[in-house]
């Protein structure tokens, strides 16, 4: 079982550390914008899931109390 690390640790992933950092910083970086932005909009809201799909590839985050969980999918195969 993983223990816990300390916020930002990546728990778990199928890149390297270096790819792993460098997609989830600005992922959860605008994750954190789009939830700042909807509790502006309504106060009692939250994101539950946002999906965002680019050329290459789905990003599905899913924000939690305790954790963020950053599902990345390759469009192309």
Do not use: W
């Not at 954190?32 to 599905?60: C, G, W, Y």
Request: charged share 25%; no cysteine.
């Amino acid at each position: 079982m993983h223990q816990p690390g300390k916020p930002g640790d990546i728990m778990e992933s199928t890149f390297d550390n270096s790819t792993s950092v460098q997609y989830a910083d600005p992922i959860k970086n605008l994750g954190n914008k789009a939830m700042s932005s909807v509790r502006d909009v309504d106060p009692h809201n939250e994101i539950i899931l946002l999906s965002m799909q680019t050329k290459n590839n789905e990003f599905i985050l899913a924000p939690h109390k305790d954790f963020t969980m950053l599902v990345i999918q390759d469009r192309k195969k």
